[in-house]
Protein backbone atom coordinates (compact mmCIF):
# COMPACT_ATOMS: atom_id res chain seq x y z
CA UNK A 1 0.00 0.00 0.00
CA UNK A 2 2.37 2.82 -1.33
CA UNK A 3 4.87 2.00 1.29
CA UNK A 4 2.56 2.52 4.17
CA UNK A 5 1.12 5.56 2.49
CA UNK A 6 5.12 7.24 3.22
CA UNK A 7 4.28 7.66 6.87
CA UNK A 8 6.69 10.52 7.40
CA UNK A 9 6.65 13.64 4.29
CA UNK A 10 9.56 14.51 2.22
CA UNK A 11 10.80 16.82 5.28
CA UNK A 12 10.85 13.50 7.67
CA UNK A 13 8.00 14.45 9.88
CA UNK A 14 6.00 11.89 11.83
CA UNK A 15 2.41 11.82 10.02
CA UNK A 16 0.67 12.74 12.92
CA UNK A 17 3.02 15.94 13.08
CA UNK A 18 1.53 16.76 9.14
CA UNK A 19 -1.80 15.69 10.52
CA UNK A 20 -1.73 18.16 13.24
CA UNK A 21 0.17 20.99 11.89
CA UNK A 22 -2.38 20.98 8.38
CA UNK A 23 -5.33 22.99 8.06
CA UNK A 24 -7.31 20.34 6.33
CA UNK A 25 -9.32 18.50 8.26
CA UNK A 26 -8.85 14.60 7.87
CA UNK A 27 -11.46 12.73 6.18
CA UNK A 28 -10.71 9.04 7.03
CA UNK A 29 -9.63 6.97 9.77
CA UNK A 30 -7.17 5.48 7.46
CA UNK A 31 -4.81 7.77 7.81
CA UNK A 32 -5.56 8.50 11.48
CA UNK A 33 -4.32 4.90 12.54
CA UNK A 34 -1.37 4.70 10.60
CA UNK A 35 -0.77 8.08 12.92
CA UNK A 36 -1.18 6.37 15.67
CA UNK A 37 0.41 3.20 14.80
CA UNK A 38 3.86 5.59 14.01
CA UNK A 39 3.32 7.72 16.91
CA UNK A 40 3.04 4.70 19.45
CA UNK A 41 6.90 3.07 19.45
CA UNK A 42 7.83 7.31 19.16
CA UNK A 43 6.29 7.57 22.41
CA UNK A 44 4.50 10.80 21.28
CA UNK A 45 1.48 10.02 23.60
CA UNK A 46 0.87 14.04 23.94
CA UNK A 47 0.63 14.14 20.36
CA UNK A 48 -1.99 11.35 20.80
CA UNK A 49 -3.51 12.77 23.20
CA UNK A 50 -4.05 16.10 20.79
CA UNK A 51 -5.08 14.47 17.77
CA UNK A 52 -8.13 12.55 19.81
CA UNK A 53 -9.23 16.14 20.76
CA UNK A 54 -9.25 17.52 17.41
CA UNK A 55 -10.40 14.75 15.54
CA UNK A 56 -12.62 12.41 18.71
CA UNK A 57 -15.32 10.41 16.36
CA UNK A 58 -12.34 9.57 13.57
CA UNK A 59 -10.02 9.04 16.71
CA UNK A 60 -12.30 6.56 17.89
CA UNK A 61 -13.61 5.04 14.72
CA UNK A 62 -9.43 4.43 14.09
CA UNK A 63 -8.99 1.83 16.96
CA UNK A 64 -10.52 -0.67 15.13
CA UNK A 65 -7.80 -0.89 12.71
CA UNK A 66 -5.17 -0.84 15.31
CA UNK A 67 -4.00 -3.96 16.74
CA UNK A 68 -4.61 -5.42 20.34
CA UNK A 69 -1.26 -3.90 21.59
CA UNK A 70 -1.75 -0.75 20.42
CA UNK A 71 -5.83 -0.36 21.51
CA UNK A 72 -4.32 -1.78 24.84
CA UNK A 73 -1.44 1.26 24.45
CA UNK A 74 -3.95 4.10 24.03
CA UNK A 75 -6.37 2.34 26.89
CA UNK A 76 -3.70 3.16 29.38
CA UNK A 77 -2.02 5.91 28.31
CA UNK A 78 -4.14 8.08 26.49
CA UNK A 79 -7.34 7.33 28.45
CA UNK A 80 -5.84 7.43 31.43
Known amino acids: MEN ?7 EGKLL ?6 S ?3 VNGNGKLALAIRE ?6 I ?4 QLR ?3 FYLFESSLKRL ?3 EREFIRNHVDS
Open 53 to 55: SMY
Open 23 to 25: EKI
Open 46 to 49: EKIK
Open 67 to 69: NKN
Open 16 to 21: IDVILS
Open 4 to 10: EMKMKDQ
Open 39 to 44: AIPAGE
